[in-house]
């Protein structure tokens, strides 16, 4: 913000002002301890008051932009709609962004393909199941198709959850797809007319930095109320 040269040459200038100041300081309180001359009394005073007040002016040159530099670092939050306008949600943070992945039916994907991160969204309308068919059933339904397109899977019990108020159910699953380790984060939420499945996935090496930014990011869906966009937006 008020950076006219360079941080670290900045930052020399004002080590180099506060030496100075320093060593003017010592030999005037010592030249005015032996002269107890009020003169350079004032003078010590002077460039002590002077040195902290180049400390304080120093702070706000070298940090003022510094919620600038480390607020980008985090910049989550930005909202994306599915492409059909019934849900959204918000990225984890600031590197995810729409990407184009090979998932049928899908009405929303992002990620990060850099990080292997990546989550998908699919609705499907409550009206093409039976009667009574939950949200477990749909989650159950789902879980074993995808398990069957794994290789050596392995599934966690689901469990009944919540997503913004709405019943859903999540699962862990993790196998080989074409001879690579992928980690499933599964979520299945009821809506007002549809179930949506929200699958997010990254690889085995990832899991420990990815899955608490899909579980972030499966987080804030939330289903929009009414007539929405037709189209995705961001």
């Known amino acids: 913000m008020f950076n006219l040269i360079p941080e670290n ?13 320093a060593i003017v300081f010592v030999l005037g309180a010592m030249h005015a301890v032996q002269t107890r001359s ?14 902290l007040a180049l400390l304080v002016f120093a702070g ?34 600031h590197d995810w962004d729409m990407v184009d992945l090979p998932v049928p039916d899908a009405s929303l994907t992002l990620g990060n393909v850099a ?10 309308p409550k009206s093409d199941f039976a009667d009574g068919f ?17 290789d050596d899977s392995k599934a966690t019990p ?31 939420i009821e809506g007002r007319d549809h179930f949506y499945q929200i699958r997010s996935w990254t690889t085995s090496s990832k899991r420990g930095v990815a899955f608490p930014k899909l579980k972030k990011a499966t987080a804030t ?3 929009l109320a009414g007539e929405a966009p037709a189209k995705s937006a961001k």
């Open 9 to 21: 040459q900045m930052l020399a200038l004002g080590w180099a002002g506060l030496l100075m100041l």
């Open 38 to 51: 009020y003169f350079w009394i004032s003078i010590s005073s002077s460039v002590a008051m002077a040195g």
């Open 60 to 93: 706000i040159i070298l940090y003022a932009d510094l919620p600038d530099r480390y607020v980008a670092e985090d910049r989550s939050g930005s909202t994306f709609l599915t492409e059909d306008g019934l849900a959204a949600l918000s990225s984890p943070s």
């Open 115 to 124: 990080a292997q991160e990546y989550l998908a969204v699919i609705a499907q």
């Open 134 to 150: 939950t949200v477990r059933n749909y989650a159950a339904a789902v879980e074993q198709k995808l398990a069957g397109a794994l």
């Open 158 to 188: 689901l469990a009944q959850t919540q997503i913004n108020g709405l019943s859903a159910i999540r699962s862990e699953l993790s196998g080989k797809f074409d001879s690579a380790e992928a980690e499933y984060l599964n979520t299945y």
């Open 221 to 223: 869906f939330y289903e």
